[in-house]
């Protein structure tokens, strides 16, 4: 395949993938996927995260996400300011709120975030965020702050999206929208998303397209069917596959520029 795809989040570093990393880049590579942006959830999943980049030259992120704000520390500034000054790590995250699962306190959730936002705006880094059922709190925590960055894995409203998008953000956009049970809400959405503002992404190894065809005997998603994604965006929009995949590797490009 000629045209080239970046994966703008795969969670590599999960265990599902141990001992499969090369394997999986290799398939990657076949299916067009040239570079995809590994996910730091916690400080451990962070640095295995900066390692894997390293050796397979790949993008990462490092921060914590709200699952496990519980466990950040003082020291979580300076944690992170220590990962960035690696040329492979690229934005501050994955951040942000979840009020669907509640796996750390609200208050301890926006606290981090708050912090994480402030490092991110000194540092001038973009951001890698995570949002489920707490849009408003987002968005006023958000309006204190000047960054850019990305709202990962979209599943909002179209008041959400309206708000996302007026706060500069790009739309990550993963297999979800490839599901014909949860997924109609996001897909009535994808006309509204300008294809210059949009990333895609598989949040490997969760959310396994399921417009696949056969479907594959482990539900473990990998990059390689991101193909499955830019698709689906692609006939939601009405346009060409590879329209979707120029645009959106140019908004990878532009969002996440590489240092050094």
Known sequence: MSTRLVDAGVNLS??????????????????????????????????????????????CTAGVHPHDAKTATEALESELSALVNHAQVVAIGECGLDYNRDFSPRDVQRSVLRRQLALAETLNMPVYLHERDA???????????????????????????????????????????????????????????????????TDAPFLLPRTIKPKPKSRRNEPQYLTYVCQQIADLKGCEFTEVAKQTTLNFQTLFTTKG
Request: proline share 2%; charged share 20%.
């Open 135 to 201: 849009s408003e709190d987002m968005f006023q925590i958000l309006a204190d702050y000047n960054v850019r960055g990305v709202l990962h894995c979209f599943t909002g409203d179209a008041s959400a999206l309206q708000n996302y998008l007026a706060l500069g953000l790009y739309i990550g956009v993963t297999g979800w929208v490839c599901d014909e049970r949860r997924g109609e809400q996001l897909q009535a959405l994808v006309p509204d998303i300008p294809l210059e503002r949009l990333l895609i992404e």
């Open 14 to 59: 999960n265990h599902q993938f141990d001992d499969r990393h090369a394997a999986v880049i290799q398939r990657a590579e076949a299916a067009g996927v040239t570079q995809m942006l590994l996910i730091g959830c916690d400080l451990q999943s962070s640095h295995d995260s900066l390692q894997l980049a390293k050796q397979f030259n790949l993008l």
